[in-house]
């Protein structure tokens, strides 16, 4: 729900109009003020359309007016009042100087809502997030919001830092200006998913950054010594790298690891392998090798097991001893 609306205009009728200039637009707390433009035309759908220029913005309580919850607690897809798409037509233009989106704040915000044909959807032109910025679109239709939605982001040149911080991440994560890219969907209700109803794909590109709360000689060392020890007994120091590219794919609650190399100086780490990221359960193969791809020095093998951020980690000779 939107919660109290307020409002004051300049209202001029036409015969199959109505305009609102100069519109003051008050919902809870937030203001906007922008121009409306309603379309009545017979044997049609009513068309909205004008700008609306916030200061600040709920998204979740946006979408969730676009996606309403059930009024019953059983036939959760079933009791999801899908009218909205079928009886109007919509196309805003929104900005706002800050805008909440569940745990993410977003400034300097350029998006625009439409309703047509059966399918509603949220593209976020341009805002501002960690120092970068952040593109993407949220799409339902009359189909989906029965079963999901999707979801795409493009986060460009943002310091995963205090993304990290905010969000409360453990354990060894490769922090520095990134590029993330987000290609998700999910066949439940957008307000009643979770993490495992998710599928796509995420990939994140970090240039010149360092892998906190990991300390790779201590590493390495541990490891040549063929016997499995904790993650977090090499937490203490940070890793310098060059590059990390990581891809992964989601799909029921699992997170596929297709790749996931992060370049130092002289060392590549890399890792591949599966994540329950429900539980946080992992499942992952590794190597530590030198940089240089014609060195005769050999890899550093070892399986990461249990579960993030309390993993342990095997060295493979351990593993193949009898």
Known sequence: MLGAVNLDAAVTIGSQAVKLDNLALTIDSATATGVLDIALPVDQLPRFG??????????????????????????????????????????????????????????????GVMVRDGRASFDIGDSAYAGGSLSGRIAISEQWINGGGQLALSLKGADLGP???????????PIGQSDLSLELSTDKPMWAMTLGDLSGRIRLAVDDGTLVNFN??????LV???????????????????????????????AELTRADIAGQDKMLSLSGRILYRSGSLALAGASKPADPQSSTMPLRFFVGGSWPNAVISPISALIQP
């Open 50 to 111: 004008g700008t609306l220029a916030f200061d600040r913005l709920d998204l979740n309580s946006l979408f969730l007016a676009l996606s309403p919850k059930p009024v019953a607690s059983g036939g959760i897809a079933r009791a999801v009042d899908t009218n909205f798409l079928e009886w109007l037509r919509l196309d805003l233009r929104l900005s706002a100087q800050q805008a909440n989106l569940g745990p993410v704040v977003l400034t300097d915000l350029a998006a």
């Open 224 to 254: 040549a010594k063929d016997a499995f020890f904790n993650l977090s007994d090499v937490s203490a120091g940070a890793y310098s790298f060059s590059s990390a590219d990581i891809e992964a794919t989601l799909k029921d609650g699992v």
């Open 216 to 221: 790779e000689a201590s590493f390495e060392t």
């Open 163 to 173: 993304i990290a911080s905010q969000l409360g991440l453990q354990g060894p994560l």
